[in-house]
């Protein structure tokens, strides 16, 4: 039986939103820089693109022949790298893709199998090396962090791929959402400083069973047990507890706000707290809620079989910005709000029964994963339905979207859209979703396919022009 915490783990789920301004190592090269058909270390570069398949009266995830990657070698190099939709390059590796990330070093870091990959903008394999199952990079200022949960191992990574400073951990590291990762152990909470070593470490006296944390304003929110009651504790970003709210038997935190009051659920009410613990606001909820924060507070769903599912906006001073049945039913296995994109956007899974793959706390596969506009004012509307399949989204610089989805196995559809919504292009890759959509510092999309829901070679990394570039 899953702990409430786990559950909402599996049901709120962040989407990374990778942009940033002003040119980096890794810009799109001049025209005649890159190679087709280059092999590298560790993978095989094949430079692709033709003009995707586009235009309003294509919807995403009609039938429709799609060219082989293959076929689509001869458009012109600048082409590809200046229009939105043109496919820049294809990298063949060795294992199923499961994270991309813009890394410090330069490139990407692509999380392959048990190892980790560094590849350029251009689509080159520069260097590789074992990371271990279940690993994770995080960055701290100029560095990238590799946590290694198999080997019980935190390291600083170098350019070329070997280890700075490296340390014993065998214990948790969360961040993925943070602005750094934080070490959680027993009841203890630490930053990790330049030189690996603790920058702060906070004891939490006589707490037990910490989970967590929630990002708000200058630092993160966590929460505890002390004897039979809960406790919410808000951690500065310079290691300082700022306060211990004591929460009422069963109540768990399901949120934060920006200035770090929890948002607590108890069974039968969802309520705001303030320093004081006392309810800011609070309202009959039910059953445990998703939920997501946005700029205005917080974005709530919730669904049964036996009755639609509720979207609704809630004010950090409790009044309801609106509220709106969807035409779909079912439990949830994947939410999350992409802020900045189309006003906001949601991704929402339907899961119908406890044989489906999103039955699992970490599926993210069908029966539906749906992606929904959430309008300033509503009324809500769907974008995309997959009958089956997988789903992500990232934010396209300055309000556009890139969604990545696939309703079989044997191919994924990257829809780009602009900010009111509007299909700009939709570019066909082979195989299904096993990573992305990534959003690079240039507005290039990174996404990673393999083939079959089993996910088996070969295991592909795309990237696409997101933007138009003169």
């Known amino acids: 039986m899953p702990r409430p915490t786990d559950l909402i783990a599996a049901a709120a789920i962040a989407f990374s939103i990778g942009f940033s301004i002003g040119a980096c190592r890794g810009d799109p090269p001049e025209a005649g820089r890159a190679r087709a058909d280059e092999a590298q270390a560790g993978g095989r570069t094949v430079a692709a693109a033709e003009e995707p398949r586009s235009g309003p009266n294509r919807k995403a995830g009609e039938e429709a022949a799609a060219p082989s990657v293959e076929s689509l070698l001869s458009a012109p190099l600048q082409a590809r790298w200046a229009s939105p939709g043109g496919l820049r390059w ?13 890394s410090v070093l330069g490139g990407l870091v692509v ?23 279940g690993h994770r990079v995080y960055r701290i200022a100029d560095q990238e962090i590799l946590w290694s949960p198999e080997f019980g191992k935190l390291a600083a990574l170098l350019a070329k791929g070997g280890e700075g400073w490296t340390r014993q951990w065998s214990a948790e590291v969360v961040g993925e959402d943070l602005r750094e990762p934080l070490l959680v152990d027993a009841a203890t909470v630490a930053a990790i400083g330049a030189d690996g070593s603790d920058r702060w470490r906070v004891a939490l006296e006589g707490l037990r069973r910490i989970s967590g944390p929630f990002r708000c304003g200058d630092g993160v929110l966590f929460q505890g047990s002390r004897g039979l009651k809960g406790v919410a504790v808000t951690i500065s970003a310079r290691g300082t507890v700022i306060r211990e709210i004591e929460l009422e038997r069963g109540a768990l935190v399901v949120g934060a706000s920006l200035g770090c009051d929890p948002l607590v659920w108890n069974g039968a009410e969802l309520g705001l ?19 997501a924060r946005d700029e205005q507070g917080f974005v709530l769903a919730n669904g049964a079989p036996e009755r639609p599912i509720r979207v609704e906006a809630i004010s950090v001073d409790g009044r309801v910005r609106w509220s709106e049945e969807l035409p779909l039913s079912g439990r949830f296995s994947r939410f999350g709000v ?63 979207l890139a969604i990545a989805s696939s309703s079989g196995e044997g191919s994924t559809e990257v829809t780009l859209r602009d900010g009111g919504g509007a299909i700009r292009t939709i570019v066909t890759l082979p195989g299904r979703l096993s990573a992305g959509p990534f959003v690079g510092p240039n507005d290039e999309v990174y ?16 990237a696409i022009t997101g933007q138009e570039n003169p």
């Open 273 to 291: 707290l303030d320093a004081r613990g006392l309810h800011r606001w609070r309202r009959e909820y039910g059953s445990l809620p998703a939920v």
């Open 90 to 102: 294809r990298l063949v590796l060795d294992a199923p893709i499961t994270s991309i990330r813009w």
């Open 111 to 133: 999380s392959v199998g048990e190892n980790i990959q560094n590849v350029t903008s251009h689509g080159v394999a520069r260097w590789s090396r074992v990371a271990g199952a």
């Open 447 to 462: 996404v990673a396919t393999c083939e079959t829901w089993g996910c088996r070679a070969p295991y592909a990394l795309f």
């Open 338 to 400: 992409v802020e900045g994109a189309l006003d906001g956007a949601l991704v929402t899974g339907i899961c119908l029964n406890v044989e489906s793959a999103c039955s699992k706390l970490d599926g993210d596969r069908g029966p539906y994963n749906t992606v929904v506009r959430l309008g300033a004012g509503g009324p809500l509307g769907v974008l995309e339905r997959q009958a089956q399949g997988h789903v992500g989204m990232a934010r396209l610089d300055p309000s556009g």
